[in-house]
């Protein structure tokens, strides 16, 4: 079983992502933007987990890191983006289009700061909502299954 915890938009509040990963004690962090630099101190506190992050568009001057990360966990395809380059404040038709073209099991996002989660044809949008309020996502790979979970602190 694999534990990840999904953080946007924590924007300077290392505090509420620090408090978080300590309640939850994660496998692996996927930071969705706009706060990368909380991201980063939190894996100089616990290098024990895993990391994986975009920066959005409120990390302007972030340069070790990009705008769209594709990876594995499990052999579960993820597309991690902030979500501004594909404007989900206004759709989500744009980033469900390049999660079908990439053929990913989940795409994470942020920018919004509203927790959402929608199944679409073997697909899943999920955004953790605004760590700065308290929220969160946890992912929970187990067996082939992935269950998602809004939580708050």
Same mark, same amino acid.
């Given at each position: 079983?694999?534990?990840?915890? #999904?953080?946007?938009?924590?924007?300077?509040?290392?505090?509420?992502?620090?408090?978080?990963?300590?309640?939850?004690?994660p496998d692996i962090v @996927?930071?969705?933007?706009?706060? @990368?630099?909380?991201?980063?101190?939190?894996? !100089? #506190?616990?290098?024990?987990?895993? +990391? +994986?992050?975009?920066?959005? &568009?409120?990390? +302007?001057?972030?340069?070790?890191?990009?705008?769209? &990360?594709?990876?594995? @966990?499990?052999?579960? $395809?993820?597309?991690?983006? /902030?979500? /501004?380059? !594909?404007? #989900?404040?206004?759709?989500?038709?744009?980033?469900?289009?390049?999660?079908?073209?990439?053929?990913?099991?989940?795409?994470?996002?942020?920018?919004?700061? $509203?927790? +959402?989660?929608?199944?679409?044809?073997?697909?899943?949008?999920?955004?953790?909502?605004?760590?700065e309020d308290g929220r !969160?996502?946890?992912?929970? *790979?187990?067996?082939? &299954?992935?269950?998602?979970?809004?939580?708050? *602190?």
């Open positions: 079983m694999k534990k990840i915890l #999904v953080l946007s938009d924590s924007h300077s509040y290392f505090d509420e992502a620090l408090k978080i990963f300590e309640k939850e004690k @996927i930071g969705a933007g706009d706060g @990368i630099k909380d991201i980063d101190e939190l894996s !100089y #506190v616990h290098p024990e987990a895993e +990391y +994986y992050m975009v920066k959005g &568009n409120c990390d +302007y001057f972030d340069r070790r890191h990009s705008e769209e &990360n594709l990876f594995e @966990i499990d052999n579960v $395809k993820i597309f991690l983006t /902030h979500g /501004h380059l !594909y404007d #989900v404040k206004r759709s989500l038709s744009s980033i469900k289009e390049i999660g079908k073209k990439l053929n990913v099991s989940i795409v994470v996002f942020g920018h919004t700061h $509203k927790p +959402y989660i929608e199944k679409d044809e073997g697909m899943t949008l999920f955004n953790p909502g605004a760590t !969160y996502g946890i992912i929970i *790979l187990e067996n082939g &299954n992935i269950d998602l979970f809004h939580k708050q *602190l």
